[in-house]
């Protein structure tokens, strides 16, 4: 089980910067694959970013540059430092686990139906 909690958003000018978090309250004893998603107003969720149990991180081709998934495991806390914020940027950030069975645990943000816990979301709004 696993427990996910967001904050960070907020509204910002473009060109500015973010770092969201999220918060894990983890009761289980497999390994875990972490990832951020965001859903912008009228369009689909999309995956934005993994980092999986061994570190190996994958990001959007949308997002590359600009993005940056971190995990602090001392402090179960998930990243996400946004650099550069564009108006399209604009959109609810989620984060999301991946609970397996055995210490590694691979995931990516192109399979969001591999992820079965998520958090409620936090909003990020970019102007120009």
């Known amino acids: 089980q696993v427990q996910l909690v967001e904050s960070g958003g907020g509204s910002v000018q473009a060109g500015g910067s973010l770092r969201l978090s999220c918060a894990a309250s983890r009761y289980s004893t497999g390994g875990y694959c972490m990832g951020w998603f965001r859903q912008a107003p009228g369009k689909e969720r999309e995956g934005v970013a993994s980092?999986?149990?061994?570190?190996?991180?994958i990001y959007a081709d949308s997002v590359k540059g600009r993005f940056t998934i971190s995990q602090d495991n001392a402090k179960d806390t998930l990243y996400l430092q946004i650099n550069s914020l564009k108006p399209e940027d604009t959109a609810m950030y989620y984060c999301?686990?991946?609970?397996?069975?055995?210490?590694?645990?691979?995931?990516?943000?192109?399979?969001?139906?591999?992820?079965?816990?998520w958090g409620q979301g936090t909003q990020v709004t970019v102007s120009s």
């Open positions: 999301a686990a991946v609970v397996g069975g055995s210490w590694y645990v691979p995931c990516s943000p192109n399979k969001e139906g591999d992820f079965g816990y």
């Open positions: 980092i999986d149990s061994v570190g190996t991180t």
